[in-house]
T-cell receptor, first 114, second 110 residues
Framework: KAGVTQTPRYLIKTRGQQVTLSCSPI?????VSWYQQTPGQGLQFLFE???????NKGNFPGRFSGRQFSNSRSEMNVSTLELGDSALYLC?????????????FGPGTRLLVL | DAKTTQPNSMESNEEEPVHLPCNHS???????IHWYRQLPSQGPEYVIH???SNVNNRMASLAIAEDRKSSTLILHRATLRDAAVYYC???????????FGKGTHLIIQP
């Protein structure tokens, strides 16, 4: 079974631009979560989607948004990019949401904002 | 608030067992304990999880204290490929995703 895939793997943008990242979960997985990883803040939860609905959102500004499609694929969007948005963005999928569920992570998209 | 406490780093020798401790003194009865690890330049990888009793899988064992305020991840025979940052995560019911702390940087010496 193929793992979680994320596209693109690397991205360079300039301040003020917007970016869209894509995540395809493992086949059969309906829950998708997004995380941001930076050297200073570590791994931080962005949001979680299940059945096309956002269930939870982390402590990030409204510039960060996402959505999930009927095939469970998910996208996240960051508008008006700032230098501090440079990070590794990770997507994880699980069968369903829940404290006992295992999340499977993709390789991430590395975003550099200049 | 990561809700767990782990040593910043640990060092072990190849082919020896490794015991990675985690303190979660404010855990509630329905919280699960998950362990993930992150190898260099990769996304986190699930290792093991449990609720009350000890758990074993092909990667590791998880020993949970009787009062559930601490747990230990056991790698039975470490290899160089086990060098990674190990995260102990307390997952609450209805939790907002996984709350990662700083983890333990495990160094394996050949």
């Amino acid at each position: 079974k193929a793992g979680v895939t994320q596209t693109p793997r690397y991205l360079i943008k300039t301040r003020g631009q917007q970016v869209t990242l894509s995540c395809s979960p493992i086949s059969g997985h309906r829950s998708v979560s997004w995380y941001q990883q930076t050297p200073g803040q570590g791994l931080q939860f962005l949001f979680e989607y299940f059945s096309e609905t956002q269930r939870n959102k982390g402590n990030f500004p409204g510039r960060f948004s996402g959505r999930q499609f009927s095939n469970s694929r998910s996208e996240m969007n960051v508008s008006t990019l700032e230098l501090g948005d440079s990070a590794l963005y990770l997507c994880a999928s699980s069968t369903t949401p829940g404290a006992q569920e295992t999340q499977y992570f993709g390789p991430g998209t590395r975003l550099l904002v200049l | 608030d990561a809700k767990t406490t782990q040593p910043n780093s640990m060092e072990s020798n190849e082919e020896e067992p490794v015991h990675l401790p985690c303190n979660h003194s404010t855990i509630s009865g329905t919280d699960y304990i998950h362990w993930y690890r992150q190898l260099p330049s990769q996304g986190p990888e699930y290792v093991i999880h449990g609720l009350t009793s000890n758990v074993n899988n092909r990667m590791a064992s998880l020993a949970i204290a009787e009062d559930r305020k601490s747990s230990t991840l056991i790698l039975h025979r470490a290899t160089l490929r086990d060098a990674a940052v190990y995260y102990c995560i307390r997952r609450e019911m209805g939790a907002d995703g996984l709350t990662f702390g700083k983890g333990t940087h495990l160094i394996i010496q050949p």
